[in-house]
């Protein structure tokens, strides 16, 4: 199979493998013990630690590991929010489920929520923000990257206001770590999840600035600052540090090599696929990420139609299950048909050009041959 579908999940990479075999092996002990074996274990996590700050040029002491990005991005909403205890919250329509079904429990709680519109390539707008605060605002949560579309936002922009009116700012960056440059400079929090980025699963992090303490969401012994208990996953974060590491020694080579596949993917595609069109931004965007409006289609039936030669996915992979229109399409003023003719294209590193060419022929094969049917 071809498998161009890393906005749901990346291989994990063969350097992160070897590494978390190796502290599998040679790794047992309680990081919170102060024997030999437990500061062997501190020693492998402090040094992931210091790994995903110098990806992300911040202190070590401000990255907070979780088990993924739910539940960094549970925290830092949750975690801001209650600190206040109630008021206003600021967030966008085309948030991954974890914040929006997160915001839901904050209006749940009392808390009042706006979710603001995006425009037709999936771009928040930093105005919106500014016109959006008000004086009971308690937290700003824009994502840095969509997950369906990869269009990137403008954090920097947002935090420009949030700062200035003394708001908290939290970017949910678990489809950008790992695929574009990220700076902790851009919020007060950004999520970070192992998984897309060739890394594990069940591991992430969150970055919290120095000075700024969001309240814990579980309650246990005092890891990771008092912010997230438990005792910590150290094979995980090991294999998160490595994919840090990596991350950020082959990065600039990440980035142009996607932009290519991106464009050997995507205009053999017009070519022969005249109706198709690009949902997002062309250029503001993961390069990896393609939305594809494929009109007259329906996206999930061409998924399974390419059965087990190409791997894509008709929506993003943490909701599917319902044959509806995307969220975030919606949002973007996609009618329902659209929506549901639109498919994500996610390239990964380890892609090749052969398998590009070749998947962009079989998806235009089969798009062709559904319409030619009567």
């Known amino acids: 199979m071809i498998y161009l579908d890393c906005n749901a999940t990346t291989p994990v990479d063969r350097e992160v493998a070897d590494a978390m075999a190796a502290c599998l092996r040679d790794v047992f002990g309680n990081p919170s013990s102060s024997h030999l074996e437990g500061r062997k274990a501190r020693a492998a996590v402090e040094k992931a630690r210091e790994d995903l700050a110098t990806l992300l040029g911040c202190h070590p002491e401000e990255i907070c590991f979780t088990s993924g990005g739910t539940e960094s991005n549970n925290l830092a909403v949750l975690g801001t929010a209650l600190t206040r205890g109630g008021g206003h919250v600021i967030t966008s329509q085309i948030e991954h489920p974890s914040i929006t079904n997160t915001m839901?429990?904050?209006?749940?709680?009392?808390?009042?929520?706006?979710?603001?519109?995006?425009?037709g390539l999936c771009r928040d707008s930093a105005g919106d923000v500014e016109g959006a605060i008000r004086e009971d605002t308690v937290l700003i949560s824009i994502m840095h990257s969509n997950n369906e579309t990869g269009t990137l936002q403008p954090v920097e922009e947002i935090y420009s206001v949030a700062r200035g009116r003394g708001i908290p700012f939290h970017t949910d960056a678990a489809q950008s770590v790992g695929k574009v440059p990220v700076d902790a400079g851009a919020a007060d929090m950004i999520t970070i999840a192992g998984h897309k980025f060739y890394g594990p699963k069940g591991i992430g992090a969150l970055f919290v600035r120095r000075g700024f303490e969001p309240s814990p969401i579980m309650y246990g012994a005092g890891h990771e600052r008092g912010l997230r208990p438990g005792t910590e996953n150290v094979p995980g974060i090991t294999g998160l540090g490595k994919a840090a590491e990596t991350a950020r020694r082959d990065l600039e080579g990440r980035v142009e090599g996607a932009w290519k596949l991106r464009r050997l993917f995507l205009y053999p595609l017009a070519a022969t696929l005249p109706g198709l069109h690009l949902n997002g931004h062309p250029e503001l965007t993961l390069p990896g990420t393609l939305n594809l409006c494929l009109p007259g289609t329906v996206s999930s039936d061409v998924v399974a139609a390419l059965g087990e030669r190409v791997a894509l996915s008709a929506g993003s992979a943490?909701?599917?299950?319902?044959?509806?229109?995307?969220?975030?399409l919606k949002a973007m003023g996609l009618s329902d048909g659209d929506a549901i003719a639109s498919l994500r294209v996610s390239i990964g590193k380890d892609n090749t050009e052969e398998e590009i060419r070749a998947a962009a022929g079989m998806l235009s094969e089969t798009v062709s041959r559904r319409a030619r049917r009567p």
């Open 104 to 119: 839901k429990r904050l209006q749940a709680l009392g808390f009042e929520v706006t979710f603001l519109p995006v425009d």
């Open 318 to 328: 943490c909701h599917e299950g319902v044959n509806a229109p995307s969220h975030v």
